[in-house]
């Protein structure tokens, strides 16, 4: 099973810095938090992960609350590009469980 | 630098016929090794992982199985393919130590 929460869908125009939560309310100590995205017709691109602390690449940000239960992908300037269906995932072993994650409509 | 190849692109199969889906890395040792499929309009479902030679778990009980022989090359089998085997298989593998996984581009099965 999963361990966490995604909104199904969600819209942001382009240019705009498109927001995405995640619940994780059960994870433990040393569980890392992972983003991917797929975009339609394609494996999943590994985006960016974290542990406690909050992170930044290229492609995104990733806040993490004080309590570890909730995070954030940060896009900051989303492009048309960016439509695709993002994952969430929390694990510390060898197994990568991807949820239902959120669809990311970007709007012209 | 790492690369990962899976092949084929696209595969048309009858019902019962045998499959054989293969994925090899380059440019890394011992990694973890990972078959995914996709149905049309659902999520990613894990079906197979492995941390060495040898070592397979299984993730989901159906007629697939999967093989490890050389530490790069992971293969996706079955003996009899149902019309439900049909989908988007993806090959992925991951460092020993390491968070990030590394996706293949796919094959797509379709069982007629």
């Known amino acids: 099973d999963a361990k966490t929460t995604q909104p199904p869908s969600m819209d942001c125009a382009e240019g705009r810095a498109a927001n995405l939560p995640c619940n994780h309310s059960?994870?433990?100590?040393?569980?890392?938090v992972y983003w991917y995205r797929q975009i339609h017709s394609q494996g999943p691109q590994y985006i960016i992960h974290?542990?406690?602390n909050n992170e930044t690449n290229e492609m995104a940000s990733l806040i993490i609350t004080e309590d570890r239960k909730s995070s954030t992908l940060i896009l900051p300037h989303a492009t048309l590009r960016d439509t695709a269906v993002y994952y969430c995932?929390?694990?510390?072993?060898?197994?990568?469980?991807f949820g239902k994650g959120t669809r990311l409509h970007i709007l012209p | 630098s790492q690369t990962i190849h899976q092949w084929p692109a696209t595969l048309v199969q009858p019902v019962g016929s045998p499959l054989s889906l293969e994925c090899t890395v380059e440019?890394?040792?011992?990694?973890?090794l990972y078959w995914y499929r996709q149905a049309a309009g659902r999520g990613l479902q894990l079906l197979f992982y492995?941390?060495?030679?040898?070592?397979i778990s299984s993730e989901v009980p159906q007629n697939l199985s999967a093989s490890r022989p050389q530490d790069r090359q992971f293969i996706l089998s079955s003996k009899k393919l149902l019309l439900s085997d049909s989908g988007f298989y993806l090959c992925?593998?991951?460092?020993?130590?390491?968070?990030?996984?590394?996706f293949g581009q796919g094959t797509r099965l379709t069982v007629v």
């Open positions: 992925a593998w991951s460092p020993t130590r390491g968070p990030e996984a590394f």
């Open positions: 059960t994870i433990s100590g040393n569980e890392y």
């Open positions: 974290g542990l406690k």
């Open positions: 995932i929390v694990n510390r072993d060898d197994k990568i469980i």
């Open positions: 440019g890394t040792s011992n990694p973890n």
């Open positions: 492995s941390v060495g030679i040898g070592q």
